[in-house]
Nanobody, 121 residues
Framework: QVQLAESGGGLVQAGGSLRLSCAAS????????MGWYRQAPGGQREYVAT???????TYADSVKGRFTISRDNAKNTVTLQMNSLKPEDTAVYYC???????????????WGQGTQVTVSS
């Protein structure tokens, strides 16, 4: 099995910054894409950003230019630097990893438990 442990959420004023981190551990051969998703109260989980094993990143339009995703392949970690935060960024943020547990090319999808980010106006 694989576990994802998130940290770094909290309460911040609009315009402020937070940094989320996620560490993967367990039966890991290779991690393909890692990403962050979020779910606001009463809403559906939505994509925020992803980073491939080679470093290619993608972002939702709503966070482009404000958030930066990065990863450390040696440590199996992914971070999300969030700047210029807005009240509409308030949500539970989830880390996701697509993991190969062996040389067999079958990826497994794992999610973290979520970390709360609250942005006050």
């Amino acid at each position: 099995q694989v576990q994802l442990a998130e940290s770094g959420g909290g309460l911040v004023q609009a315009g402020g910054s937070l940094r989320l981190s996620c560490a993967a551990s367990g039966s890991i051969f290779v991690i393909n894409t890692m990403g962050w998703y979020r779910q606001a109260p009463g809403g559906q989980r939505e994509y925020v950003a992803t980073v491939a094993s080679g470093g290619v990143t993608t972002y939702a339009d709503s966070v482009k230019g404000r958030f930066t995703i990065s990863r450390d392949n040696a440590k199996n970690t992914v971070t999300l630097q969030m700047n210029s935060l807005k009240p509409e960024d308030t949500a539970v943020y989830y880390c996701k990893a697509d993991v190969l547990r062996s040389i067999i090319p079958r990826p497994y999808e794992y999610w973290g438990q979520g970390t709360q980010v609250t942005v006050s106006s």
